[in-house]
């Protein structure tokens, strides 16, 4: 197969997991959302708060260092492997070991117990997680979404069997555990391809790729402090029920990216790895990226934020209804943060976590003032600094990130991000108002979804015709697929 089309079989089995992996998760949380208590996902942010400063030291960025070498020995693998175990084995005791006092500082002594459950699946997941990055760099993604969709539906499975049997939040402690089991396992049966670890460890091996490494798991400390401050904020100063209703349609945002985002940029890391001698095959391969993220992205974050209450309602239930506001803004906030994923794919494609670092460590100096100025007005002052905090961040992203790296305009670079939240809009509004005419959630939700969807299709069509080619191609009946 040809690189191309090596691509786009990759982002169509990426394109049916996250289609799959998106009913699962809806239903996963329109099920657990009348089961559970928002109090009880307030308690789990706070153990997802610190599950992910954590998991940055996991394998030290060898994985990705790894992804990002184009050649690499059997015995820098082995080491590889064997650091990335013994890294998250050690991680798995820090955090039990600090447990308590982790609980202390959030003033919730619930946390303990929780947190020392959680911290098992950093040693599960280390055990495969070098097994599939292999397939991912590679480009062989079907096996790779297969086994995750089967990990997620057997742990949404083992999530709400705990709940009905009256778990609380151990039901998602529950869930996570036997996904994360579940995935290491298939790995290693389907993926894995006769390879074995050698039982061999010498830091020769691995030397190399402490420079990439390093720079990247500082980037990636820094980026999550910038990242869940809001929710450690909110944690400290809220307390555990007000975290529970904003960090729900927080989750339903990042739900949403987790969903879409991988489909491109999960492809673009190993795919600008492979050409990051080539600048202008990069800067195509970044700006398209970044289109088809906003494009897919944007009818789906502009639906939920002019929707908002009808999607709390169907979605989460009458008890969830305050949080209708929170989601609206926190849609849009989602959609403007999509645009910066692909630059997270041109960084490590490039090899250059040291410019990411860069970057987020000049964020320590607007991101945690401007949420903790937005804290002191409780979870609606936290969304609108999310939201204001994206909008300020757009155009220096571009000065600073893309266009060193990929030589990208500034015109083009907005228009690839920009012009697919316009065109939602211009979709939306018009469904929008005419389904107020409804007194029914489900006949509103209806109405706008049959007067939002092929306009969309149609002004993309007119106005951003690349993306529907992508699309075409994707389902088999563009010219790259027919080749």
Sequence with gaps: MTLKH???????????????????QLAQIAVLARLLAPEDYGLMAMVGVVLGFAGLF??????????????????????????????????????????????????????????????????????????????????NFRPVVLLEMAAALLGFAAAVGAALAGWGVYALIVGGMVGALTATVLAWMFLADSWRPMWRFRLEDV????????????????????????????????????????????????????????????????????????????????????????????????????????VVRVVLGP????AADLLRLLAVWGLLRSTG??????????????????????LLFVVPPALWAGSQYGTM????????????????????????????????????ALRPMLLAVAAI?????????ANDIAARLLIGAVVAVPLYLWLSYLLNREWISAMLQLAGRGRTAAA
């Design 319 to 322: 008890k969830w209804q305050d």
């Design 429 to 437: 509004a018009p469904g929008y108002f005419l389904a107020q005419m």
């Design 58 to 139: 996991a394998d030290m960025g060898m994985n990705s260092a790894f992804v990002q070498r184009q050649n690499v020995s059997a015995q820098e693998r082995s080491s590889l492997f064997w650091l990335n175990v013994g890294m998250s084995a050690a991680l798995t005791l820090v955090v039990v070991a600090l447990s308590p006092l982790l609980a202390r500082w959030f003033g919730d002594v619930r946390l303990t117990p929780l947190l020392m459950l959680a911290a098992s699946t950093f040693v599960i997941g280390a055990l495969g997680q070098q097994v599939r990055m292999s397939a991912e760099k590679a480009l």
């Design 341 to 362: 994923n692909p630059v997270g794919s041109l960084l490590l494609g490039m090899g250059r976590a040291d410019l990411s670092l860069k970057w987020n460590l000049g």
């Design 207 to 310: 030397r190399s790729y402490l420079g990439f490494g390093g720079a990247l798991v500082a980037n990636n400390l820094v980026n999550e402090v910038n990242r869940n401050i809001d929710l450690l904020l909110g944690g400290r100063l809220l307390g555990a029920t007000a975290l529970g209703l904003f960090s729900m349609p927080r989750n339903i945002v990042f739900q949403i990216q987790n969903m879409v985002n991988p489909i491109i940029t999960r492809v673009g890391f190993p795919l600008i790895a492979q050409v990051q001698a080539d600048i202008p095959r990069v800067r195509a391969i970044y700006l398209k990226t970044l289109n088809m993220t906003a494009a897919t992205n944007a009818p789906i974050f502009m639906g939920i934020a002019f929707f908002a209450p009808e």
């Design 381 to 416: 002052g936290l969304a609108w600094a999310l939201l204001g905090v994206a909008a300020v961040l757009f155009v220096p992203m571009w000065i600073f990130l893309v266009r060193p790296l990929c030589q990208a305009k500034l015109l083009e670079y907005t228009v690839a």
């Design 6 to 24: 090596k691509t786009f079989s990759a982002v169509r089995w990426t394109t049916a997991a996250s289609g799959a992996r998106a009913v699962l």
